[in-house]
């Protein structure tokens, strides 16, 4: 009888909450495996406690947040609740994570500015990592200071930018027009003289303040003076 009620909770759920559909696939080429729509969707409704379907009422609580801010669609919403899918693999974590409700609308600039000035740069991105728990972040030996531990930072890819050298020297060109306008961070992991580093393209992103750093998480690997 409890598993036909869950069976029926779920059912409701699914027809009153906005999962990661085919829309969302489309917009994220690269999301495939353990941290893809699929899976974020069954991870909604993974028996957790004694509230079945307890994620799938939060998720559709942050999405009518993220309406309400006016900064819903800008990228899928469920790629916001991404665990660094190699962190979570290499400590033993689950790859989706809900973050504390009361950092929910701190994501918000950093949407903001991705909307009006990343965006109209990069094209369509895709989050690969949002908010670090405080446990993932002692494993990786993150920065205790980092703004992934306050749902503050995005790190990103491009959806249709394969050359990499042109997309890290438009974004260093943002960065040198806009970036301390819009307080903006910029995590360009990329090294000119080693194009076999993060083949993917990944980046980081936040609004908490002017600065930029490069592979090693230092300034001293900026990459920008080097590309123009």
Same mark, same amino acid.
């Given at each position: 009888m409890r598993r036909v009620m869950v069976l029926l909770f779920g059912l409701f759920t699914l027809a009153t909450v906005s999962l990661a559909g085919d829309g969302d696939v489309q917009r994220s080429p690269n999301d495939t495996g353990p941290s893809s729509a699929g899976a974020f969707n069954r991870w909604a409704f993974t028996y957790a406690?004694?509230?079945? &379907? #307890? %994620?799938?009422?939060?998720?559709?609580?942050?999405?009518?947040m993220l309406q309400s801010e006016g900064v819903a669609g800008i990228v899928p919403a469920w790629q916001l609740w991404r665990v660094d899918a190699q962190y979570a693999s290499r400590c033993g974590e689950e790859y989706f994570a809900i973050p504390p409700k009361d950092q929910w609308r701190d994501i918000v600039p950093t949407?903001?500015?991705?909307?009006?000035?990343?965006?109209?740069?990069?094209?369509?991105?895709?989050?690969?990592? &949002? #908010? %670090?728990?405080?446990?993932?972040?002692?494993c990786v030996n993150g920065a205790s200071r980092s703004?992934?531990?306050?749902?503050?930072?995005?790190?990103?890819?491009?959806?249709?930018?394969?050359d990499r050298r042109k997309l890290y020297a438009d974004l260093c060109a943002l960065q040198r027009a806009a970036g301390s306008?819009?307080?903006?961070?910029?995590?360009?992991?990329?090294?000119?003289?080693?194009?076999?580093?993060?083949?993917?393209?990944?980046?980081h992103i936040?609004?908490?303040?002017?600065?930029?750093?490069?592979?090693?998480?230092?300034a001293k690997t900026n990459p920008c003076p080097k590309l123009g």
């Open positions: 406690g004694d509230d079945p &379907g #307890w %994620r799938a009422k939060e998720y559709a609580a942050f999405q009518g949407l903001r500015l991705l909307r009006d000035e990343v965006i109209p740069v990069t094209g369509p991105l895709e989050v690969v990592s &949002g #908010w %670090r728990s405080p446990a993932i972040n002692t703004r992934h531990l306050e749902f503050k930072a995005l790190d990103l890819v491009s959806a249709n930018r394969p306008k819009f307080a903006m961070g910029l995590g360009a992991y990329f090294d000119p003289s080693d194009m076999s580093r993060n083949i993917e393209g990944r980046f936040d609004a908490s303040g002017y600065r930029t750093w490069g592979f090693d998480y230092t």
